[in-house]
């Protein structure tokens, strides 16, 4: 018997095994970094859309397919700290919409909140750094810190990032 030729013969299969096998696992690696690319690709625009909602909310009314649009993408491409947001957000709004005239100012600005937290919690995800999501009604609001709102907004991130297990750096600076 010629042991050359078996242990040639037993180094190549186990070669093409250890190839299979290192490309199998190659390959699943670029699938998975496929759908990461996608997934930020798709992501990338949210926070956008969503300052572009916070600056015509109380303006206008929103275009309700560009916003069903938004919650598809939210729910098909965010981690799930960003959908717990987003939930709550509508939930807010039907909650709202029932008692129409009959919603104080205060509860006007909680949607609002919601939605700074969202777009936060959705940057953090994207980029990993954190903004305060106060800065926007800073940002927007001529007399904020020194009207009542201050206070009331400030109350409301704070009650939603705690409620929603959302990452505590977020309020940190509040």
């Known amino acids: 018997m010629n042991w050359e030729l078996i242990v040639s013969a037993c180094i190549n299969i ?20 496929s759908k990461v690319s996608i997934s930020l690709e798709k992501m990338s ?12 909310m109380s303006k206008k009314q929103i275009d309700i397919e560009e916003y069903t649009e938004l919650l598809s993408l939210i729910y098909s491409y965010c981690s799930e700290k960003a959908i717990l947001i987003t939930t709550e957000f509508q939930r807010l709004n039907y909650e709202i919409a029932r008692k129409g005239d009959k919603v104080s100012k205060e509860e006007r600005y909680k949607p609002l909140a919601l939605l700074t ?7 953090y995800d994207l980029t990993m750094e954190i903004v305060n999501p106060e800065l926007w009604f800073i940002m927007k609001i001529n007399d904020y810190q020194t009207s009542k709102l201050d206070d009331v907004i400030k109350e409301q991130i704070i009650f939603y990032a705690y409620n929603l297990g959302l990452n ?3 309020i940190k600076d509040i």
């Not at 186990?14 to 490309?23: D, E």
């Not at 625009?45 to 015509?56: H, S």
Request: aromatic content about 14%; hydrophobic content about 40%; charged content about 25%.
């Open 14 to 33: 186990f070669g093409f095994v250890v190839t299979y096998f290192l490309t199998t696992k190659s390959l699943k690696d670029e699938i998975q970094k």
């Open 45 to 56: 625009e949210i926070p956008y859309k969503l300052t572009n909602i916070l600056n015509t």
């Open 117 to 123: 937290l969202l777009i936060t919690q959705i940057k």
């Open 168 to 170: 505590e750096e977020f």
